[in-house]
């Protein structure tokens, strides 16, 4: 137990390049490698994966395993879970971290209890313990009212699941070199016990939220489905993208895929205009990173104006 | 017909007034305002909600259980109410102080005392420490296949179909029972629970059961069996500015808006 060393960060693969939250993996676990004097590698799984090897060294890995089976072609609970197990079981890492995504989600606690070790969801800040050079991994509680700080003491390696552009990712450097290892994914098609009948895609046109750099967000105040076209129109005009919160969705007055927050979409846009929401906690999470926010409500008591995290300005107006 | 269990956690309402929770340091603990009630955790309902529509279409039982401890019972008796057919409680000091990989575990142990289920429906998170991993947990401890963040799941005669939403849309996996779902949003409103399940539920007698009722190893359950530690909470610093733009009509005050944002050259 003693001897795990060094920080692993399993890897995403979004239409056949390395996904922002990896590279943005990479950036915070490069930090944590350096504190502790271990090596940073990368893990990337999949089916035909192998040429990725050389982005995920670009953005700062020193090693990279590759676990190249058609068993991994999707993701799948089981055979990912045992795929990592083993890898893990070979390498002896000190801390996994993984995006909070809907990979990472099901992946990290099930891998986790696998291991007889824990795993910290969702966090925001990663640092190394200067004493005890354990991880210190801290992730909001209660829907975003506090904050709490966790730590693994007894159990290897110590695992963290972190929150979408909650890590600066390092600009990518094609002349880094770094060693590239496979590993065998050793797993059994048998032990396979879900199958994917179909996946559906209900993605909005346009920009992707989370790389918007303006957002028009509609809240329950927007009061139907009608008024978001207005909302479209206006993103338009910016260049920008629609976001809701989650009344709107759980509605069907827009996809789920528009819903930003703590079970949501994590999004840092420079211009976030809130249009008839309230700001609870579960919905800032989302957007708390947004370099501006914009609000529009008739209450001036909504909690939008008085939870202000990093953004620098907030304005009000009455419609 | 499907043996159902549902796994469900009393909570501060997570929606109460943001300011309403306030951390106490030295406890190490969340403090909700005396003004914040209690209720089932709302992805819990939704879990409740999922195993009464595969019932209502195919029958089955549905037996809800919660661990925890100043259970309020009007409160947890609510997947009663709303058409379960049965409650656990689950309260011992030997279950305290754990993580959700001790919480899990006591579960588990409890669902195998349960006896034989084709599904454990869960929360996709408990919206008091937002964790997210106890279904996992349960499905790991059981030895039973897991679906994750389902908004929709059918019974077909030996085999489950479950829609697991994913970032850009969502995934159908069919998979065969036993296993564990863990529900979300998505799924729909739970339905409200009428006069008559209300009044049956608080009828009903609950039975308790302690580590000992459920054989659970005392190496496993609560703060022994913890794998990760709470060593501090707080609430973050509110920094930022916040500047109002009013005017004497929404059009003034959209005019004031639009020049303002052109001055800081935000659009
Ligand atoms: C575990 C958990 C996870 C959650 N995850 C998310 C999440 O990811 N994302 C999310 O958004 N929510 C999430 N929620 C729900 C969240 O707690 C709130 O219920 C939700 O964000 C409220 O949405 P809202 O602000 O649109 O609605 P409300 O709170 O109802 O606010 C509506 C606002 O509109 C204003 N308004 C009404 N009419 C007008 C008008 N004509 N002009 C201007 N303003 C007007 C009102 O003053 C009010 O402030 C979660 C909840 C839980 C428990
Ligand atoms: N104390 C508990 N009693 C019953 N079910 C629980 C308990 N804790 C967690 N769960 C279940 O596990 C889900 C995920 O919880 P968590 O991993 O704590 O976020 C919840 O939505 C519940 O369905």
């Known amino acids: 137990m003693a001897d795990n060393k060094g920080v692993m960060i399993v890897g995403e693969i979004v239409e056949g390049k390395l996904a922002a939250i990896t590279a943005e993996l990479l950036g915070g676990g490069r930090k944590l490698a350096d504190a502790l004097g271990e090596e940073l590698s990368a893990v990337v799984m999949g089916s035909g994966v192998a040429d990725l090897a050389k982005e995920a060294v670009a953005f700062g890995a020193d090693k990279v395993y590759v676990v190249d089976d058609a068993l991994l072609a999707d993701y799948r609970t089981d055979s990912y879970v045992a795929a990592m197990e083993k890898v893990i079981k070979e390498v002896a890492p000190n801390i996994v971290l993984m995006g909070q995504t809907a990979t990472g989600r099901d992946l990290a606690p099930r891998l986790a209890f696998r291991l007889d070790t824990a795993t910290a969801m969702d966090c925001l800040e990663l640092a190394i313990d200067p004493n005890s050079k354990l991880l210190l991994m801290t992730r909001s509680v209660y829907g975003g009212n506090a904050m709490g700080t966790y730590v693994c003491e007894g159990t290897k390696p110590q695992i963290a699941t972190v929150r979408a552009k909650a890590m600066d990712p390092m600009e990518r450097d094609d002349s880094r070199s770094g060693e590239v290892v496979t590993i065998d994914a050793g797993v059994d098609a048998s032990a396979v016990r879900t199958s994917i009948a179909e996946k559906v895609k209900e993605e909005v046109e346009g920009i992707k939220l989370e790389d918007a750099e303006v957002i028009i967000c509609g809240g329950r105040g927007i009061g139907g489905p009608e008024p978001f076209k207005d909302l479209e129109e206006l993103a338009k005009a910016l260049g920008g993208a629609v976001g809701a919160t989650r009344p709107p969705c759980d509605n069907g007055w827009v996809p789920s895929a528009m819903q930003v927050g703590l079970t949501g979409k994590i999004v840092s846009p420079t211009l976030y205009i809130a249009v008839a929401l309230s700001g609870a906690s579960q919905h800032l999470a989302g957007c708390s990173g947004s370099k501006n926010i914009v609000a529009i409500n008739k209450d001036p008591e909504a909690n939008i104006f008085n939870i202000v995290l990093k953004p620098d300005s907030l304005c009000f107006f009455n419609p | ?267």
């Open chain 2, 1 to 267: 017909m499907p043996n159902m269990i549902v796994c469900v956690k009393q909570i501060p309402d997570p929606e109460a007034p943001a300011g309403s929770f306030r951390v106490d340091e030295a406890a190490n603990a969340v403090v909700p305002a005396a003004s914040v009630s209690q209720v089932v955790s709302p992805f819990d309902e939704q879990a409740v909600e999922a195993a009464l529509r595969l019932k209502d279409e195919h029958g089955g039982t549905i037996t809800a259980v919660s661990l925890g401890k100043d259970f309020v019972m009007d409160v947890i008796k609510k997947p009663l109410a709303m058409g379960s057919d049965e409650l656990v409680l689950l309260q011992d000091p030997a279950f305290e102080g754990g993580d959700s990989r001790s919480t899990a575990y006591a579960l588990a142990m409890a669902i195998k005392k349960i006896g034989d289920f084709d599904i454990v429906f869960c929360g996709r998170q408990a919206a008091d420490w937002d964790a997210g991993q106890v279904g996992s947990g349960i499905a790991e401890f059981l030895g039973v296949p897991s679906v994750t963040v389902a908004k929709k799941v059918e019974w077909l005669d030996g085999k489950v179909k479950v829609e697991r939403v994913v970032s850009d849309g969502y995934e159908v996996i069919e998979v065969s029972p036993p296993l564990v779902i863990t529900v979300s949003n998505e799924l729909g409103e739970p339905r409200y629970p009428k006069l008559k399940g209300i009044m049956a539920a608080s009828k009903k007698q609950v039975p308790t059961w302690a580590a000992a009722d459920i054989a659970a190893d005392a190496s496993q359950a609560g703060a022994a069996g913890a794998r990760i530690k709470l060593l501090k909470v707080f609430q973050p610093v509110k920094e930022g500015k916040c500047e109002i733009i009013e005017g004497d009509s929404p059009e003034e005050a959209a005019a004031a808006l639009a020049l303002k944002l052109r001055e800081v050259k935000l659009v």
